[in-house]
T-cell receptor
Framework: AQSVTQLGSHVSVSEGALVLLRCNYS??????LFWYVQYPNQGLQLLLK??????LVKGINGFEAEFKKSETSFHLTKPSAHMSDAAEYFC?????????????FGKGTLLTVNP | EADIYQTPRYLVIGTGKKITLECSQT?????MYWYQQDPGMELHLIHY???????EKGDLSSESTVSRIRTEHFPLTLESARPSHTSQYLC????????????FGSGTRLTVV
């Protein structure tokens, strides 16, 4: 079975500081991995995805994530936080084979950005 | 523009009323999903569909029901709303292919009083 664990339910950074949101996955087969962002009272928006091509994936709004198989990790980073980055972030995994199209989501990490 | 639409965005309704939350997508996606999410909390899959006339219950037991008569339409119905149904309901869709993510609607925030 596939699963993801997001370390830290709440991360707080200062504006201009590095953002690091952690995600570890568990999957018996090569996974597809996703990061989503959710602003208050909105649905989820896809930030980026890993689908077995380049291990360093660049997404929207200056975010990127690196797939590290040896560490079973897919951490999300941004070099310099902006106030508008304050939101809930979800990591998700799907196995790459079979007929299971369901994404398994982590519990989310709330990012707050302090001025 | 291809998108996924949920209506209403906000709904306040009395206990015992029947409600239907609408979800429509214009992308021709086969797969559609309903999630329940309390504020600031994780997402719980309550229903999904892999195509017309195909519906399945998700990981979280729900008193709601769904139907999929048309590819683009995946409504969720509560026959008798209760305060415990107060939550945000998110609809999503995806094409076939495991390397695709979901496209989410903006959600319906339901309050049952």
């Amino acid at each position: 079975a596939q699963s993801v664990t997001q370390l830290g339910s709440h991360v707080s950074v200062s504006e201009g500081a590095l953002v690091l949101l952690r995600c570890n996955y568990s999957s018996s087969v090569p996974p597809y991995l996703f990061w989503y962002v959710q602003y208050p009272n909105q649905g989820l928006q896809l930030l980026l995805k890993y689908t077995s091509a380049a291990t360093l994936v660049k997404g929207i709004n200056g975010f990127e994530a690196e797939f590290k198989k040896s560490e079973t990790s897919f951490h999300l980073t941004k070099p310099s936080a902006h106030m508008s980055d304050a939101a809930e972030y979800f990591c998700a995994v799907r196995i790459s084979g079979g007929s299971n199209y369901k994404l398994t989501f982590g519990k989310g990490t709330l990012l707050t950005v302090n001025p | 523009e291809a998108d996924i639409y949920q209506t209403p965005r906000y709904l306040v309704i009395g206990t015992g009323k029947k409600i239907t939350l609408e979800c429509s997508q214009t992308m021709g996606h086969d797969k559609m999903y309903w999630y329940q999410q309390d504020p600031g909390m994780e997402l719980h899959l309550i229903h999904y569909s892999y195509g017309v006339n195909s519906t399945e219950k998700g990981d979280l037991s729900s008193e709601s029901t769904v139907s999929r008569i048309r590819t683009e339409h995946f409504p969720l119905t509560l026959e008798s709303a209760r305060p415990s149904h107060t939550s945000q309901y998110l609809c999503a869709s995806s094409p076939s292919g495991a390397n695709y993510g979901y496209t989410f609607g903006s959600g319906t925030r339901l309050t049952v009083v």
